[in-house]
């Protein structure tokens, strides 16, 4: 059983940057995918951003592309998600998710293939 915690969520001005990290505890594979997405007030919980290892680049939805970074420590069993130029479009709780093998690049993108979850970390972007 994997368990994900995030954290770095919080209220900040357009433009500004936050960085959310998930930590991973439990077992977990050789091989594995983990990702981001957010949902907003009334609307659907969307794709945000995902990587996969042992190999694979990461890839981002339209919405983050050219603004957040996502990352993955393997010492520190942490994955991060670097977001900056955040706009109020941004407002959303953001979720980590993690699944035990690599998903394939087409289905990273799909939430229900995604096996555990975080908490959720609230990201407020107002003036």
């Known amino acids: 059983q994997v368990q994900l915690v995030e954290s770095g969520g919080g209220l900040v001005q357009p433009g500004a940057s936050l960085r959310l990290s998930c930590v991973a505890s439990?077992?977990?594979?050789?091989?594995?995918?983990m990702g981001w997405f957010r949902q907003a007030p009334g609307k659907e919980r969307e794709f945000v951003a995902a990587t996969r290892w042992p190999s694979g680049s990461p890839t981002y939805s339209d919405a983050a592309k050219g603004r957040f970074t996502i990352s993955r420590d393997n010492a520190m069993n942490a994955l991060y998600l670097q977001m900056t130029s955040l706009s109020p479009e941004d407002t959303a709780v953001y979720y980590c998710?993690?699944?035990?093998?690599?998903?394939?690049?087409?289905?990273?993108?799909?939430?229900?293939?995604?096996?555990?979850w975080g908490q959720g970390t609230q990201v407020i972007v107002s003036s």
């Open positions: 439990g077992r977990t594979s050789s091989s594995g995918t």
């Open positions: 998710a993690a699944k035990n093998s690599r998903l394939i690049l087409s289905r990273v993108r799909f939430e229900e293939d995604y096996d555990y």
